[in-house]
């Protein structure tokens, strides 16, 4: 039986300070660029005193299967890009109580493990998964499945849909890079309405190009895109790219990697509860990296808490 010990309301569970029972959920295909690493901390994990259960994905949807399923651990630890950790988070959001999580970043972008300042070296991410501290996170739901950093549609959107796994797993980021290229090239793309209803119950319907919403502050790995974003805050941030046509998406691009995002004509932040986007059905909504839903989409907070593995925050 599970000794994770239940928490107060808004409050994250406590763990076992030695000894944890942990499911290791590793996707093989991952962590291509990194070899040793898993390897490395799987071992430091086992000299600490951590008893483990790996399992191995082979097809989608083994990931949240595992986690949803698992039994007589104290936490869930997925070992692979953000589309394994958005997997195995819906598994535990689909359990009547969530597990902890912990990651063992293998990705291209590793976005969750960078805005939780997750160790990048082996022995010290080992020592936090094996006695760390628990933090209480607020994921994102667009339609029905779970996401922790970011979910939208446009062009990224596009991208992620489209982009090629044998180019992606050789050149990591390279391959979206090629992919944005030929969305852009390919003609004109939609523009979406987006109505974004904020905590008070204003709304605001707005004609975008593309429409992110936020989670997190990051964006495709260490890209700032909504600064005041934060996990623990049970609140959504729907940035808004209302200008359209190519210039403007590579404008809005050399911002975003420049740091000049904010500075640019047509880019808004707006602070949200529940952000709708509508255009041509059935186009796609990414969620963390992966195709979570269809157009049209409502995006809101999930109705609960997760408890992840995790240094305390930085102050910001």
Known sequence: MTVVVP?????????????????????????FRRP????????????SGCRLELRETAA??????????????????????????????????????????????????????GELGLPERPAALAALLATGPVRLIHPGRAGGRFFTMMAGAGLDAAVVERVNP???????????????LGQLLAGPRPVYTVTVEDAAGGVERVRAASCIVAKGHFYGGRFVLAPQADLERPQLHACLFECGGRAAA???????????????????????VRVGIDG?????????????????????LAPSGLPVIAPPPPAR
């Open 7 to 31: 928490s107060l309301p808004g409050l994250p569970p406590t763990l076992p300070g030695a000894g944890r029972r942990l499911l290791l959920i590793h996707n093989p295909t991952a962590g």
């Open 36 to 47: 040793g690493f898993l390897r490395r901390t799987v071992q430091a994990l086992r000299d």
């Open 60 to 113: 989608r949807g083994d990931a949240e299967r595992f986690a949803r399923e698992a039994a007589d651990v104290d936490a869930v630890v997925a070992a692979g890009g953000d589309g394994t950790v958005n997997e195995v988070v819906n598994g535990l959001g689909a359990r009547p109580a969530p597990l902890p999580l912990g990651v063992i970043p293998l990705g291209t972008a590793n976005v969750l493990a």
């Open 166 to 180: 044998r180019l992606k797993r050789l050149t990591g980021k390279g391959a979206y890079v090629v992919e944005t």
């Open 250 to 272: 590579l404008a809005y691009s050399a911002g975003m990697v420049l740091g000049l995002l904010e500075r640019l004509p047509g880019f808004r932040v707006l602070p949200a």
């Open 280 to 300: 041509p059905a059935g186009e796609p909504v990414q969620g963390d990296g992966d195709v979570i839903a269809r157009l049209p989409v409502e995006i809101a």
